[in-house]
């Protein structure tokens, strides 16, 4: 099963080369593309990725920051893999848990397979703030839907290609998740979940989530609640 693994990138170029490296050398033997969308850094993200590229690495420069929900799509309609896989350009989700992502789907048990930082023992915690409001808009998630995730906003979010396409998103920032997450539920496909490991970066690392993507993603889930999937 071949996999397009989505990387969008914005001023990221301290950590773009080893979240490369981390990507193919954690998961060897295994059919990866990997499509990095710089969205218009000013750092060398685009010089960095390049220089890092490995045979399956396609590297696409957007001339202007446009939003982590515009990189995605750019990445996904380069996509030539059965399934994509979303990976922050950061540290923060290590690529060795590609295989448990990947399992349910290639077992046929799922088309859709969320990473949960809190369903694995042992996982630092981002800022308070980042943690509850993390926690709040998973609650409001399953109120709204009826659904059992524990963990909406997380950066690992695995879907068959098709389906994901099939969704005609509109996001351009980090209203990617609650759209997906709306638009998979919507169509009353389950969410399987999965343990993952975390490690939090500081906002002086370069982590970019404010408190009112939070807001977005609330009002996002609510917004989509009563439409078609």
Same mark, same amino acid.
């Given at each position: 099963?071949?996999?397009?693994?989505?990387? #969008?990138?914005?001023? +990221?170029?301290?950590?773009?080369?080893?979240?490369? +490296?981390?990507?193919?050398?954690?998961?060897?033997?295994?059919?990866?593309?990997?499509?990095?969308?710089?969205?218009?850094?000013?750092?060398?993200?685009?010089?960095?990725?390049?220089?890092?590229?490995?045979?399956?690495?396609?590297?696409?420069?957007?001339?202007?920051?446009?939003?982590?929900?515009?990189? $995605?799509?750019?990445?996904?309609?380069?996509?030539?893999?059965?399934?994509?896989?979303?990976?922050?350009?950061?540290?923060?989700?290590?690529?060795?848990?590609?295989?448990?992502?990947?399992? #349910?789907?290639?077992?046929?048990?799922?088309?859709?397979?969320?990473?949960?930082?809190?369903?694995?023992?042992?996982?630092?915690?981002?800022?308070?703030?980042?943690?509850?409001?993390?926690?709040?808009?998973?609650?409001?998630?399953?109120?709204?839907?009826?659904?059992?995730?524990?963990?909406? #906003?997380?950066?690992?979010?695995?879907?068959?290609?098709?389906?994901?396409?099939?969704?005609?998103?509109?996001?351009?920032?980090?209203?990617?998740?609650? +759209?997906?997450?709306?638009?998979?539920?919507?169509?009353?496909?389950? $969410?399987?979940?999965?343990?993952?490991?975390?490690? #939090?970066?500081?906002?002086?690392?370069?982590?970019?989530?404010?408190?009112?993507?939070?807001? +977005?993603?609330?009002?996002?889930?609510?917004?989509?609640?009563?439409?078609?999937?």
């Amino acid at each position: 099963m071949k996999v397009s693994v989505l990387v #969008p990138a914005y001023n +990221e170029a301290k950590t773009i080369a080893a979240c490369l +490296e981390a990507v193919y050398g954690r998961n060897p033997g295994r059919d990866l593309e990997v499509i990095v969308v710089d969205d218009g850094s000013t750092d060398g993200t685009y010089e960095a990725a390049r220089a890092a590229a490995k045979t399956g690495t396609v590297v696409i420069k957007h001339e202007k920051n446009s939003g982590k929900g515009m990189a $995605i799509r750019t990445a996904l309609a380069a996509a030539t893999g059965e399934v994509v896989l979303i990976q922050d350009a950061d540290l923060e989700y290590d690529p060795a848990d590609y295989a448990k992502l990947l399992l #349910p789907i290639e077992q046929g048990n799922a088309e859709v397979v969320y990473g949960s930082r809190h369903l694995a023992a042992g996982n630092e915690r981002s800022y308070a703030r980042y943690y509850w409001g993390g926690r709040l808009v998973s609650v409001w998630c399953n109120f709204l839907y009826g659904s059992s995730i524990t963990d909406e #906003p997380t950066c690992y979010k695995v879907f068959k290609t098709s389906l994901l396409r099939s969704f005609d998103l509109k996001c351009t920032g980090f209203e990617f998740c609650p +759209e997906a997450t709306a638009k998979t539920l919507l169509r009353g496909i389950s $969410i399987f979940e999965v343990p993952i490991s975390y490690r #939090p970066r500081r906002i002086e690392e370069g982590k970019k989530i404010r408190w009112h993507d939070g807001v +977005e993603a609330l009002w996002t889930l609510l917004r989509l609640r009563w439409t078609r999937g």
